[in-house]
């Protein structure tokens, strides 16, 4: 169950196996969320073995794999792992994404349709919040101050102000942090639209971060997908106490994909 190291895109990509791949039914490939590595993922993973072969990835900048050379989005992200499996595995995987992750398989399933036999996407990400206008006021006010602030203040006094009034993700990015505002940036829609692969969608009612709207206008742009809503869980315990409930929807989908 220990990390290989696969060179993509010219940089490193460490991935975690567990499972036996020739005996194994499904192939799953699981992309975890921002400021996480794979280890996030291994208890459900690991839950559906020996049925099914699994490969989590650590996204470069994550866990086992170094920071991308250039400051990628999620096309660049998801162009390194569509090397990697086009290298390494031979059959279509079903892509597992939370969050962050989802954003890359998105990406994926519609830049490399031959690559992904379908999706499960938690707690997806990618589409741009609805918000009020005080609240976009306000977010345009923070961009503008902070644009500014790099130029007359120290970079611990900076350091102090996002960490005070920045998103947790932007002040615990540190190098991270141009790709992260790129990210975050993406609009995913027309990328959703592109999807063929069967997907479900998969949302906890609990969540603010990527809430349950969020997940509905997801199953509104990928055709034929299904949104199934957690009660009692938020962005984070989605997959922490939720992730039993996760694996038997993940079981139920690989049933009806092999049909």
């Known amino acids: 169950m220990g990390l290989k190291v696969y060179s993509v895109l010219g940089t490193p990509m460490a991935v975690r196996h567990i499972g036996n791949a020739s005996r194994a039914r499904w192939h799953l490939v699981w992309g975890h969320g921002w400021d996480q590595s794979s280890t996030a993922l291994i208890h459900m993973a690991e839950s559906l073995a020996p049925a099914a072969y699994s490969s989590l990835i650590d996204f470069p900048g994550f866990g086992g794999s170094p920071?991308?050379?250039?400051?990628?989005?999620?096309?660049?992200?998801?162009a390194a792992v569509a090397e990697y499996l086009g290298a390494t595995e031979?059959?279509?995987?079903?892509?597992?994404g939370y969050s962050f992750g989802c954003r890359v398989g998105l990406r994926l399933a519609s830049a490399h349709p031959q690559l992904?036999?379908?999706?499960?996407l938690i707690a997806a990400a990618g589409l741009p919040a609805k918000r009020g206008f005080a609240k976009r006021l306000r977010i345009s006010f923070q961009s503008r101050f902070f644009r500014s602030?790099?130029?007359?203040?120290?970079?611990?006094?900076?350091?102090?102000l996002i960490g005070r009034y920045g998103s947790r993700d932007y002040a615990s990015a540190g190098p991270l942090r141009p790709i992260l505002t790129r990210v975050v940036n993406e609009d995913l829609a027309e990328v959703a639209r592109k999807v063929a692969c069967p997907t479900l969608l998969i949302?906890?009612?609990?969540?603010?971060?990527?809430p349950v709207e969020t997940g509905e206008r997801f199953a509104r742009l990928?055709?034929?997908?299904?949104?199934?809503?957690?009660?009692?869980?938020?962005?984070?315990t989605i997959i922490s106490?939720?992730?039993?409930?996760?694996?038997?929807?993940?079981?139920?989908?690989?049933t009806k994909a092999d049909r």
């Not at 031979?90 to 597992?96: F, V």
């Not at 949302?203 to 990527?210: E, H, I, L, V, Y």
């Not at 106490?241 to 690989?254: A, E, P």
Request: proline content about 5%; charged content about 20%; hydrophobic content about 35%.
């Open 241 to 254: 106490d939720g992730g039993h409930q996760i694996t038997n929807l993940i079981r139920q989908f690989l």
């Open 90 to 96: 031979p059959r279509a995987c079903i892509w597992i």
């Open 149 to 160: 602030a790099k130029h007359i203040m120290t970079e611990e006094q900076l350091e102090y």
């Open 222 to 236: 990928i055709r034929g997908s299904q949104l199934v809503v957690l009660e009692n869980y938020d962005h984070n």
């Open 116 to 120: 992904t036999r379908g999706m499960v």
């Open 67 to 78: 920071p991308p050379p250039e400051v990628w989005g999620t096309a660049s992200y998801a």
């Open 203 to 210: 949302s906890g009612r609990g969540d603010t971060q990527t």
